[in-house]
């Protein structure tokens, strides 16, 4: 499985250099594989080409045997930097296989960005795709796609990748990260050169199946972390149900016998009014756990971050 996101950059023209500060915060690293881009693409175009000579479908696994001989008939001679079980043989075979599974439409535009390879703490693999050539401006069109056979750490590489690009105000520089499938929020870091509007995030599968869809809402400081914790569709609906479910049971206490089937009524509307709001409660701490930890452990204000709300495709 594979996130895609598309967003933009408002700040300095040279802005990559704040950008993959702000990763750094948050724990991704940069796979210095040490390829020009013309021969990473080059490579690409020899997965892609040796895949329609054999007529088979696009690799799915970095361990496809089409990924693995490129990466070793490039690699020959006494300097070899691509070995086996190697950071940079791994780094290399995932950024492969996420460049040969972008769509056919959509490949010669992203194969002519510069691009970086970034890697989570959970060894969630990743390409940065910077700005297309073009004149220099402060307004950046980039592109990211993350690939992990786990939907879990997939999320919450997504959450931590967006958190880490959302603006943030000044505060202290020793940052504490807590994360989650649907946040990633932040006690101090530096303040950021640039703020960023996410237009698109997708998980699709390895046959570009689109499978969940996620909508970046960014958190600048305690209260809107508070405020997004409740405020999230599930969130809404269990809140509906509950206050529902309370004028249910007070219409019936104000207005009807209190014996019989009106009572038995009331007593059931109140206690699944209690339930939904319990589920609600739960469903909170459940689903947003890096906010809870956030505003419950380590000291100084949360600064930035942002929540992912996920709805399936």
Known sequence: ????????????????????????????????????????????????????????????????????????????????????????????????????????????????RDMVVIKSQENVYGILFLDPPAVETRTHSLQARLRSPDLGALQRATAEFV????????????????TSRGAAVRRGGHARLFTTSFASIQVRSVTNELLMTGQAIPINGRLSLIWQSVNRSAGRVLLGISLSLVAVSAALFAFSPDTGWWAWTEQLAGRLATGAFGALLVDGALDYTALRQALLKGSGDVTHGAVVEWARA
């Open 1 to 112: 499985m594979r996130t895609v996101l598309k967003f933009q950059v408002q700040g300095d023209v040279k802005i990559y250099e704040p950008l993959l500060g702000a990763l750094d915060e948050t724990g991704w690293t940069h796979a210095k594989i040490d390829l020009s881009h013309e021969t990473l693409v080059g490579l690409a175009k020899r997965v892609l080409d040796k895949v329609r000579r054999a007529g088979q479908d696009l690799p799915v696994s970095p361990d496809s045997r089409f990924i693995q001989t490129v990466i070793t008939d490039h690699d020959k001679g006494p300097d070899r930097r691509f070995e086996q079980f190697t950071f940079e043989h791994t780094a290399l075979s995932q950024a492969l296989l996420l460049l040969v599974q972008i769509p056919l439409d959509e490949r010669d535009e992203a194969f002519q």
């Open 163 to 178: 958190g880490a690009l959302s603006p943030a105000k000044r505060g202290p520089a020793d940052a504490r990260v807590f």
